[in-house]
Nanobody, 123 residues
Framework: QVQLVESGGGLVQAGGPLRLSCAASGRTFLRYAMSWFRQAPGVERKFVAAIRWSGGSTAYADSVKDRFTISGDNAKNTIYLQIDSLKPEDTAVYYC????????????????WGPGTQVTVSS
């Protein structure tokens, strides 16, 4: 089992930066990749970004790749999501996820999820 806890969300102004963190615990040696998804009200949860622990390769949704940066600290079993130039449409619950196997895509195959952290961007 892998447990995930997100932090760093809150109410922020448009145009500013924000960094989300996700700490993994438990059988963290099993993790293959970790990622961020987000879900806005009335919308299905969508992929945002992912990082593979071995090699550090990353993937981003096209809609965020210019403003979002995912990174990881192996020693802390933590990943981060740096969001720059926040927009009101970034308002959502942001979820951290982990996978323990190579599904063939960094955008899918996640079996472990955190409870989420709310990000609200005011205009």
């Amino acid at each position: 089992q892998v447990q995930l806890v997100e932090s760093g969300g809150g109410l922020v102004q448009a145009g500013g930066p924000l960094r989300l963190s996700c700490a993994a615990s438990g059988r963290t040696f099993l993790r293959y990749a970790m990622s961020w998804f987000r879900q806005a009200p009335g919308v299905e949860r969508k992929f945002v970004a992912a990082i593979r622990w071995s090699g550090g390769s990353t993937a981003y949704a096209d809609s965020v790749k210019d403003r979002f940066t995912i990174s990881g600290d192996n020693a802390k079993n933590t990943i981060y999501l740096q969001i720059d130039s926040l927009k009101p449409e970034d308002t959502a619950v942001y979820y951290c996820a982990a996978s323990t196997y190579n599904s063939g895509s960094l955008r899918a195959g996640y079996g472990y999820w955190g409870p989420g952290t709310q990000v609200t961007v005011s205009s």
